[in-house]
């Protein structure tokens, strides 16, 4: 939860989800603060690590014909997931 009450000797059970566009390592807290007591009272670290999924294109090459300089140029690729 983004926000309540913990009553004393009890648990909670947290969950933390993120989604990332980049493959990366994460190092940081989850910071608890005590309303009436103090800020910072419990810093919990949270570390992730990101991976991207690895995908290669179907076709090994792909045969544009004849082009020309400053004229642009697209076709549409088959990729596959090969990390599923």
């Known amino acids: 939860p983004s926000n309540g009450v913990l009553l004393p000797h009890r648990k909670l ?7 990332s566009f980049r493959a990366w ?4 807290a989850l910071i608890v603060d005590v309303e009436g007591v103090g800020e910072e ?3 919990l670290p949270v ?3 990101n ?8 076709e090994s090459t792909v ?4 082009c020309f300089l400053k ?3 697209t076709k ?3 990729i596959r997931n090969m990390s599923a």
Do not use: C, W
């Not at 059970?13 to 989604?19: G, M």
């Not at 045969?63 to 004849?66: A, K, L, Q, V």
């Open 13 to 19: 059970q947290l969950q933390v989800d993120f989604r």
């Open 25 to 28: 390592r994460y190092h940081h």
């Open 41 to 43: 009272m419990l810093s």
């Open 47 to 49: 570390k992730a690590h």
């Open 51 to 58: 991976r991207l999924p690895e995908i290669v294109p179907v």
């Open 63 to 66: 045969d544009f014909g004849e």
């Open 71 to 73: 004229h642009t140029y």
């Open 76 to 78: 549409a690729i088959r």
